[in-house]
């Protein structure tokens, strides 16, 4: 595919971004697009996901990744191709829709990467396996994907590869050999209270004042139970309580995040998660216990050492910037499933989408790292990668990541 096409083909991605397990447009593009290029295609499986296999003689079985949903975030680009999508979320609430993840960027480059290696196959031997993954945003679509059978019906791949777009400089990749994205973990706490009139507190237990003093509590689990050594994020990024200024209702709730990367760390916070919420509770005289549910859980993504380094060559060969070693990052990705499930290696690396231009000067990782800091990250409604060279930079890695794994022809 010419730059041109990938430009397009991302915008027209970007325009019209779908929620997890709703991402029917977006799977029937890929889909097309691995037919046209030769794959043996299969769709829905995990209810949304897509499979294409190209099988080109003797040899190991290369998967490579990309997902494909989107978040319920009201974009903020100002792009003239931004989304104005709106749709119903989780909560059966309609909600804004926009690509603030960057998963069109990685759609549009596996597409990319897909038919120039089709194109090639007199180039190398072995079996491309490429998916199409829905519902990475809150970890279950690489366990749809499996669950449906993924690698008894198509293959067990010898290598899981793949990349995720970040407001590194457009053109530069960064791997991370060991624990490379965090496990997370999403817990929703529900607070309950006796409501009443605004006007008369004293006559209940007002759930929003407890859940404001859960907040602030919970904020301390991470600095007074886990060691400056190890490393833990608590987020609460939902609270939600009443209806009316005047009244005080009966619960609230809390949405939380935490990312970690050693199952002991993570027991650690879950568990005073669990205690300070309880013990806020008591001590508020709530009139029921509360209730703490785990939702959502995937691993840390853990790249192979000896696999990091072998791909590490490869795509060194396909921008002239460096690659550097990001170390751990705090996001998350169930794409680590897949190896897991394979028990193959895992190699998924960053993929530089921010314009150059807000790091010139900046020589070092470390000025690098400052220099991100200050630029709307993924998630952010204002975050939006520029399409050249990320497109370009991404189709290449991919490609010479999969060549690394697949011999010559």
Not at 385 to 392: F, N, R
Request: with cysteine; proline share 7%.
């Amino acid at each position: 595919m010419s730059s041109a096409e990938l430009a397009d083909l991302y915008r027209d991605l970007h325009r019209h971004p779908e929620l997890s397990f709703a991402e029917t447009r977006t799977a029937g593009i890929a889909a097309a697009r691995l037919r046209d290029a030769g794959y043996d295609l299969t769709e829905g499986v995990g209810r949304t996901g897509v499979v294409g296999v190209l099988r080109n003689g003797d040899g190991p079985t290369a998967l490579l990744r990309a997902d494909m949903d989107a978040l319920p975030v009201a974009e903020e680009t100002g792009l003239d191709y931004a989304s104005t999508v709106r749709a119903t979320g989780r909560d059966g609430e309609e909600t804004a829709v926009a690509h603030a993840c960057g998963h069109d960027v990685h759609v549009t480059c596996l597409v990319g990467a897909a038919a120039e290696l089709a194109a090639a196959r007199d180039t190398w031997r072995g079996t491309l396996l490429v998916v199409f993954q829905p519902a990475e945003e809150f970890g279950a679509g690489a366990d749809a994907m499996l669950d449906d059978g993924l690698f008894a019906r198509f293959g067990t791949p010898d290598v899981v590869l793949g990349q995720h777009v970040a407001p590194l400089p457009a053109g530069l990749l960064a791997l991370a050999a060991g624990p490379a994205f965090a496990g997370s973990d999403t817990v929703r706490v529900t607070l309950h209270g006796s409501g009443g009139h605004g006007s008369r507190p004293e006559t209940t237990v007002d759930p929003v004042l407890l859940a404001a003093a859960t907040v602030l509590r919970l904020h301390t689990v991470v600095p007074r139970e886990v060691a400056a050594t190890e490393t833990a994020v608590l987020s609460v990024g939902m609270l939600r309580a009443g209806t009316k200024e005047n009244v005080i209702p009966d619960s609230a709730e809390l949405g939380l995040t935490v990312r970690s990367y050693t199952r002991e760390v993570r027991d650690r916070v879950l568990a005073g998660i669990e205690r300070t919420v309880r013990g806020e509770a008591a001590a508020s005289g709530a009139p029921t216990d509360p209730e703490v549910r785990l939702l959502e859980s995937f691993p840390p993504v853990v790249n192979d050492a000896d696999a990091a380094e072998r791909t590490r060559a490869a795509l060194a060969a396909v921008t002239p910037l460096p690659v550097v070693d990001p170390g751990p990052v705090t996001g998350s990705e169930d794409v680590g499933r897949f190896a897991v499930a394979a028990g193959a290696p895992c190699v998924y690396w960053l993929l530089g989408g921010a314009d150059p231009a807000a790091f010139e000067g900046a020589g070092t990782v470390a000025e690098i790292r400052e220099r991100t800091a200050s630029l709307p990250s993924n998630h952010s409604p204002r975050y939006a990668p520029v399409v050249e060279p990320t497109l370009s930079v991404g189709v290449a890695a991919l490609v010479a990541a999969a060549r690394e794994w697949l011999p010559a022809g």
